[in-house]
């Protein structure tokens, strides 16, 4: 089983790099990030998306039901369908991502 990468910032470190930013009290932004939270959650259980210009989509997709298989047992049932969220990149935000990575030659052999 694979282990999951622990975060290199929580949200009380979030807090702290915003209240630096906008030279605002981290009181402030604690209150502004948490109504941030709020509204997307509300958008979300509304079935709203919520873009935000160069940055991305937050929006809720629904997952039909499906039949799958318990590996304990090899019984089939089917799963019950469900929400999940999803968080979709713009263009903007993923090229300034990947700015400082190196580009692939395309064109050359891998042999």
């Known amino acids: 089983m694979s282990q999951r ?11 702290k790099a915003m209240a630096k930013k906008c030279n605002l ?6 209150i502004a990030l948490n109504a941030f939270m709020v509204t997307v959650e509300e958008a979300i259980l509304t079935d709203r998306s919520i873009s935000l210009n160069n940055f991305g989509v937050f929006e809720c997709k629904v997952l039909p039901e499906r039949e799958r298989l318990n590996p304990q047992t090899q019984e089939r049932f089917i799963a019950p369908p469900k929400r999940k ?5 713009s263009p903007v935000l993923k090229r300034s991502v990947n700015r400082d990575m ?10």
């Open 85 to 89: 969220v999803h968080f979709k990149v």
């Open 102 to 111: 190196p580009k692939e030659n395309k064109s050359k052999n891998s042999s």
């Open 25 to 30: 009290s981290q009181r402030e932004c604690q």
């Open 5 to 15: 990468r622990q975060p290199d910032m929580n949200k009380s470190e979030v807090i």
